[in-house]
T-cell receptor, first 115, second 112 residues
Framework: GAVVSQHPSWVICKSGTSVKIECRSL??????MFWYRQFPKQSLMLMATSNEGSKATYEQGVEKDKFLINHASLTLSTLTVTSAHPEDSSFYIC???????????FGEGSRLTVL | GNSVTQMEGPVTLSEEAFLTINCTYTATGYPSLFWYVQYPGEGLQLLLK?????DKGSNKGFEATYRKETTSFHLEKGSVQVSDSAVYFC???????????FGKGTLLTVNP
């Protein structure tokens, strides 16, 4: 089946630095990608919808200046956590919608730890 | 708002036991319902889905029936295997924007 790859799968950074997470659709094109955040023992919370060639749509309560999303091509969306702090430590998951079939595929997730 | 409540885990079963993971939802409209599975080290995969009342989704021996009257979509399997050990997420989708609302996930461990 189609594969969505996230990179890095885990990252540790110092407080105040910025971290970029990539989400790639490997064998299909995705006009829409979604970014989720998952806390331990909690459900996946949708952060934003990433649309190729246009600005992302953020969910209520998500700071767009804190979580920068770029979807510059049909196979790549990036999430940049700016000036990261320990409370940003979480598991970030992306999903991508196949523009042809409409199916939704998920990445393996990226675990961010901010020291 | 929309929400999904699913059975808290973890659930531990012996091989060939019967599995039920409860899922109920609250939605402002008429949602589509999904079960996703996440195997260790992998991304979420769609297990099954149902788009209207009384629909039964099924895959790999798992089944779930869309019950509008009880707003439920319980996941069942008659005989689990060790390879079914994973985290299971119930989710709903309203409208055509493909946004999903997830439950908290239920960790299933099947012992030989």
């Amino acid at each position: 089946g189609a594969v969505v790859s996230q990179h890095p799968s885990w990252v540790i950074c110092k407080s105040g630095t910025s971290v970029k997470i990539e989400c790639r659709s490997l064998d299909f094109q995705a006009t829409t990608m979604f970014w989720y955040r998952q806390f331990p023992k909690q459900s996946l919370m949708l952060m934003a919808t990433s649309n190729e060639g246009s600005k992302a749509t953020y969910e209520q309560g998500v700071e767009k200046d804190k979580f920068l999303i770029n979807h510059a091509s049909l196979t790549l969306s990036t999430l940049t956590v700016t000036s990261a702090h320990p409370e940003d430590s979480s598991f970030y998951i992306c999903s991508a919608r196949d523009r042809v079939s409409g199916e939704l595929f998920f990445g393996e997730g990226s675990r961010l730890t901010v020291l | 708002g929309n929400s999904v409540t699913q059975m808290e885990g973890p659930v531990t079963l012996s091989e060939e036991a019967f599995l039920t993971i409860n899922c109920t939802y609250t939605a402002t409209g008429y949602p589509s319902l999904f079960w996703y599975v996440q195997y260790p080290g992998e991304g979420l995969q769609l297990l099954l889905k149902a788009t209207k009342a009384d629909d039964k989704g099924s895959n790999k021996g798992f089944e779930a029936t869309y019950r509008k009257e009880t707003t439920s979509f319980h996941l069942e399997k008659g005989s689990v295997q060790v390879s079914d050990s994973a985290v299971y997420f119930c989710a709903l989708q309203l409208g055509s924007n493909y946004k999903l609302t997830f439950g908290k996930g239920t960790l299933l461990t099947v012992n030989p």
